[in-house]
């Protein structure tokens, strides 16, 4: 556990190896489970085998959440005071081929989260038109890859359900406590 963070049981070695194989096929996952499950963690070990001298940027979902906060908006440049366009997290991941974390997916407002839709259909070496700057055109870089967590169930205040399109375009890989 010290070398990987994660308990290596058989469960959690077989979340590894699907997670694994939806990096190299360029597809998100989203891991369910209790709290307090190792999810994050699984997510953040396998951060560090795609991508071992970048950090993961993980975005914590909230109730207040904004498109903006994840694709980027038109903001002041503080050194030159001219307009221009500043990323958001998941445009950041993207440009830099960084593993991200959308920790809590269900606590952010759905529609919000919708604006991943596209997204969430491309891996590494796809591009896009980024519509907050102008549809300007991103190119994915190798190492970027999207993983979701979610706490699901009646136990858990103030979490959505989400949207079945959303959810269609995710691996979903459920984790429950060890024996």
Request: no cysteine.
């Amino acid at each position: 556990m010290e070398k990987t963070g994660i308990i290596l049981t058989d469960s959690m070695v077989q979340a590894v190896e699907k997670m694994i194989g939806n990096v190299s096929m360029g597809k998100p996952a989203l891991l369910t489970g209790d709290k307090g499950i190792a999810k994050t963690s699984a997510v953040k070990y396998i951060s560090r085998l795609i991508a071992p001298d970048k950090e993961p940027i993980i975005i914590s979902g909230h109730g207040d959440m904004m498109a903006h906060e994840l694709m980027g908006k038109q903001g002041q440049n503080k050194e030159t005071g001219q307009i221009e366009h500043q990323d958001g997290r998941i445009i950041q991941a993207a440009r830099e081929g960084r593993p991200v974390l959308v920790d809590e997916v269900n606590v952010a407002d759905q529609s919000v989260m919708m604006r991943l839709q596209d997204v969430l259909l491309l891996k590494p070496g796809d591009s896009f038109d980024l519509q907050e700057n102008g549809q300007e055109q991103v190119v994915i870089q190798p190492g970027f890859a999207i993983f979701m967590t979610a706490n699901e169930g009646d136990r858990y205040l103030g979490r959505r359900e989400l949207d079945t399109a959303f959810r269609d375009r995710m691996d979903i890989i459920t984790f429950g406590y060890p024996d």
